[in-house]
């Protein structure tokens, strides 16, 4: 019996159809590492709201502003070592967009008929040809049946 298809995510699949040698290096040999960056903790930081949120909801939880800014104050606190002292100021510049981005959101989400059925729920799908499966989450499903997928780039 053959071993089961690796699963991989849409950012690794994505990679492979660019450049498969540069997934080869980064995900198989493991020998190009991905440095931290403040997008990805912007993208990370903004989820952590969004996910906190929708579980309290799901528990049938009331959730204060305040108790939201205290997971993001953990959440950057924790990835503060990661930069170095001179990009210090970009690092407090960046967790200050997303704490106003996180304020706004948090406003829209309380005044907002939402109602999360899921969050994070996981997905799969084995393309036809490849030996492989992708997993993706869906950032929330909605009551109605509205899949919420999160984008924090500029693209």
């Given at each position: 019996?053959?071993?089961?298809?690796?699963?991989?995510?849409?950012?690794?699949?994505?990679?492979?159809?660019?450049?498969?040698?540069?997934?080869?290096y980064?995900?198989?040999?493991?020998?190009?590492?991905?440095?931290?960056?403040?997008?990805?903790?912007?993208?990370?930081?903004?989820?952590?709201g969004?996910?906190?949120?929708?579980?309290?909801?799901?528990?049938?939880?009331?959730?204060?502003?305040?108790?939201?800014?205290?997971?993001?104050?953990v959440y950057?606190?924790?990835?503060?070592?990661?930069?170095?002292?001179?990009?210090?100021?970009?690092?407090?510049?960046?967790?200050?967009?997303?704490?106003?981005y996180?304020?706004?959101?948090?406003?829209y989400?309380?005044?907002?008929?939402?109602?999360?059925?899921?969050?994070?729920?996981?997905?799969?799908?084995?393309?036809?040809?490849?030996?492989?499966?992708?997993?993706?989450?869906?950032?929330?499903?909605?009551?109605?049946?509205?899949?919420v997928?999160?984008?924090?780039?500029?693209?």
């Amino acid at each position: 019996m053959g071993s089961p298809k690796p699963v991989r995510s849409w950012s690794q699949y994505s990679l492979y159809m660019k450049c498969p040698q540069l997934f080869y290096y980064q995900y198989i040999d493991r020998s190009v590492i991905r440095k931290a960056s403040f997008p990805l903790h912007v993208g990370s930081s903004v989820h952590l709201g969004h996910e906190f949120l929708c579980k309290k909801k799901l528990e049938g939880k009331e959730v204060t502003l305040k108790e939201v800014k205290e997971e993001e104050e953990v959440y950057w606190e924790s990835k503060k070592e990661e930069f170095s002292q001179e990009n210090l100021s970009t690092f407090l510049l960046e967790k200050t967009k997303v704490m106003s981005y996180v304020e706004t959101y948090f406003h829209y989400f309380v005044n907002n008929d939402i109602t999360p059925l899921h969050t994070e729920k996981d997905v799969l799908w084995e393309p036809k040809g490849y030996n492989f499966i992708i997993r993706g989450i869906i950032d929330r499903i909605d009551a109605d049946h509205t899949l919420v997928d999160l984008k924090t780039s500029k693209r």
